[in-house]
T-cell receptor, first 112, second 114 residues
Framework: QKEVEQNSGPLSVPEGAIASLNCTYSDRGSQSFFWYRQYSGKSPELIMSIYSNGDKEDGRFTAQLNKASQYVSLLIRDSQPSDSATYLCAVRGGTSYGKLTFGQGTILTVHP | DVKVTQSSRYLVKRTGEKVFLECVQDMDHENMFWYRQDPGLGLRLIYFSYDVKMKEKGDIPEGYSVSREKKERFSLILESASTNQTSMYLC?????????????FGPGTRLTVL
């Protein structure tokens, strides 16, 4: 079983819709959770970090964390074509030094 | 504003050459990381460092070494480049203090080994 798994893509949504990206992780001691966006040929950039159960909102983005279910998700409201990218879920386990484990990524396409 | 820079965006080397990839961060971060990213395989950790002169192997350290002589600089070394090391190499850094452990990435180096 992979340590961090993301829902298989690609995911295609129409402009203006809500895109839902999901991620599960296996290490119950995980402390920190991140969503990165990566455009083709570019490096990952942080969208959201979340550390405690519940929802965290930032503009059109909402991260949701459920530690009991070992589940983290990212919702993108009012999706735009510029949101088309690969979204990476990353989890910091119980170890030190800030080492992250990344999921394989979900490709999102927002079509006009 | 956070900044991680890498020495080259594109690099072409020949099999057997010794290759140096450099990464510099200006955020006074303790942790630095080297990843490679390949289609279908995601981001894989090669090595990381949590302090000057300290290093830890990641998931795929074979064929690579690293050096961290100064806090801001972390170098990845391919001792004898091989074609299977053709990849996108990404450097990242993060802080140990303050409860925030976000990793910030450099722009990446696309290495081609012929």
């Amino acid at each position: 079983q992979k340590e961090v798994e993301q829902n298989s893509g690609p995911l295609s949504v129409p402009e203006g819709a809500i895109a839902s990206l999901n991620c599960t992780y296996s290490d119950r001691g995980s402390q920190s959770f991140f969503w990165y966006r990566q455009y083709s040929g570019k490096s990952p950039e942080l969208i959201m970090s979340i550390y405690s159960n519940g929802d965290k909102e930032d503009g059109r983005f909402t991260a949701q964390l459920n530690k009991a279910s070992q589940y983290v998700s990212l919702l993108i409201r009012d999706s735009q074509p510029s949101d088309s990218a690969t979204y990476l879920c990353a989890v910091r386990g119980g170890t030190s030094y800030g080492k992250l484990t990344f999921g394989q990524g979900t490709i999102l396409t927002v079509h006009p | 504003d956070v900044k991680v820079t890498q020495s080259s965006r594109y690099l072409v080397k020949r099999t057997g050459e010794k290759v140096f990839l450099e990464c510099v961060q200006d955020m006074d971060h303790e942790n630095m990381f080297w990843y490679r990213q390949d289609p279908g395989l995601g981001l894989r950790l090669i090595y990381f460092s949590y302090d000057v002169k300290m290093k830890e192997k990641g998931d795929i350290p074979e064929g690579y070494s690293v050096s961290r002589e100064k806090k801001e600089r972390f170098s990845l070394i391919l001792e004898s480049a091989s074609t299977n090391q053709t990849s996108m190499y990404l450097c990242a850094s993060s802080a140990q203090r303050g409860g925030t452990d976000t990793q910030y990435f450099g722009p990446g180096t696309r290495l081609t080994v012929l």
